[in-house]
């Protein structure tokens, strides 16, 4: 890791140099979809990828979790697709593939030989244009979804922390659902409903077309005109602009769980992802948790053995998001053995400025960080795709890396003095279902 850290430092230090930089073509079909081209014949390789702006935020209230189920669905096959034959066309070429859906986005990719990247051309072109929503299909996946929900939620430990943090976190704005969503809604959507949600969403000028890896850029733009060129452009998509009203004061929780720790969870309310603030809250979540050196890790894992696990992490979003600290209590410790430190560690970063050392550490880990997320191809298309629909500007490839530079040991207390006070946050308490009062106790 140090070696890794030291790599980072070097490549990136002072601006990145013009060998560095990741080369890309971009432009706009006439139906309005966007398209970015990176050419790298490193290896033979081509990540075919479509973002689609439409998550979970963009749902009805009473129709939460479309999103994450249109990224099921759409695997169903199209009108030239047989149904469960989409995945065999990019395994039998020696592929790989799949999608995720968050509360912004919804994200599908081909990772396929570069000889074979029209084939994920015609893939993805189909389920733009003729993707076959029929009622058997819509059932399938509902019991594939049912079945998620109670693998990573309903049966896993502490497995529904997202969601009733999220609840809490936001009463007005559509974040305040994760995109599992209802499985009522899901029940009670009518096949008309779910043709709607795909007319309105998934069209050339709500997604972007990023491929990258060994392709020929001239060629590659044919075969999009020819794949992609006469779809219709569809109505255009109008992002959510709820205002949330501040969270006035904090807000506690008791979940009793099927657990045998106790474990808590604070998440503090945070900026857009494209926000100052957020780089800075970025960096503060290294100083307390990133690596057994941080201060988190030391003081309850190592020094006051309160904590079997603690870490800190930001879930940022394109219109907010939420700071998340995370404890799981050692055994025989409770939450409130815990509850001393990660308080006093974060009075700390208000009171006092980080270390020089301290600080050049975080920078490192930014450095490495932003190094690794873009060594693969797949990385590559992904990440031209997000920072065109976040930032409309792909090019934050290349220059992100000054964001992360930009932020200084003030601003790391100043965020911390802004965001993580207790009223803007939500606690969440997750204790064992043995320890649930009973009712006769309550009375």
Do not use: C
């Amino acid at each position: 890791m140090k070696n890794i850290i030291m790599l980072g430092a070097l490549v990136l230090s002072g601006s990145l140099s013009a060998q560095n930089q990741i080369e890309f073509e971009e432009y706009d079909l006439d139906n309005g979809l966007h398209v970015i081209l990176h050419e790298d014949h490193t290896t033979p390789i081509a990540a075919v990828t479509v973002l689609y702006h439409v998550g979970s935020k963009n749902e009805e209230t009473e129709r939460t979790g479309f999103a994450h189920f249109f990224e099921h669905l759409l695997f169903e096959g199209s009108e030239n697709i047989e149904r469960g034959e989409f995945d065999s066309y990019v395994t039998n070429a020696g592929g790989a593939l799949n999608a995720n859906t968050s509360q912004d986005r919804t994200f599908y990719f081909e990772l396929l030989p570069s000889n074979q990247m029209e084939l994920g051309l015609w893939l993805e072109s189909e389920r733009m244009l003729h993707a076959n929503i029929q009622t058997i299909g819509v059932e399938t996946q509902r019991e594939v979804v049912k079945e998620e929900k109670r693998q990573r939620v309903d049966n896993q430990p502490y497995g529904s922390w997202i969601e009733n943090m999220m609840k809490r976190l936001y009463s007005e704005h559509p974040y305040n659902w994760v995109p599992i969503g209802s499985m009522d809604h899901l029940n009670a959507a009518k096949l008309d409903e779910f043709m709607a949600f795909y007319d309105k969403f998934y069209i050339p000028n709500n997604a972007t077309l990023s491929i990258a890896g060994d392709i020929d850029i001239d060629k590659t733009k044919e075969l999009i005109a020819a794949y992609f060129g006469e779809i219709p452009r569809g109505a255009d998509v109008v992002q959510p602009t709820v205002q949330e009203p501040a969270l006035g004061g904090e807000k506690v929780a008791v979940i009793y769980d099927n657990i045998q720790l106790p474990a808590m969870m604070m998440g503090y309310r945070m900026p857009p992802q494209t926000s100052d603030d957020a780089y800075a809250l970025q960096m503060t979540s290294s100083v307390l948790s990133g690596g057994p050196s941080s201060r988190m890790y030391k003081r309850l894992v190592d020094e006051d053995q309160t904590a079997l696990q603690v870490f800190a992490f930001p879930f940022s979003l394109e219109q907010g998001g939420a700071f998340i600290t995370f404890s799981l209590a050692n055994a025989g410790k409770t939450i409130d053995d815990m509850t001393p430190g990660l308080e006093e560690e974060i009075e700390k970063l208000q009171n006092e400025l980080i270390s020089e050392r301290e600080f050049q550490k975080i920078q490192n880990q930014m450095e490495s960080n932003f190094i690794q997320s873009n060594s693969k191809m797949a990385g590559i298309a992904e990440s031209l795709a997000d920072y065109h629909t976040y930032y409309g500007d792909a090019n934050y490839i290349n220059t992100e890396i000054e964001r992360y530079r930009s932020v200084t040991r003030e601003d790391i207390q100043k965020v911390a003095k802004k965001y993580l006070v207790k009223d803007n946050r939500v606690v969440l308490k997750y204790l064992p279902k043995s320890e649930e009062p009973t009712a006769e106790a309550a009375e």
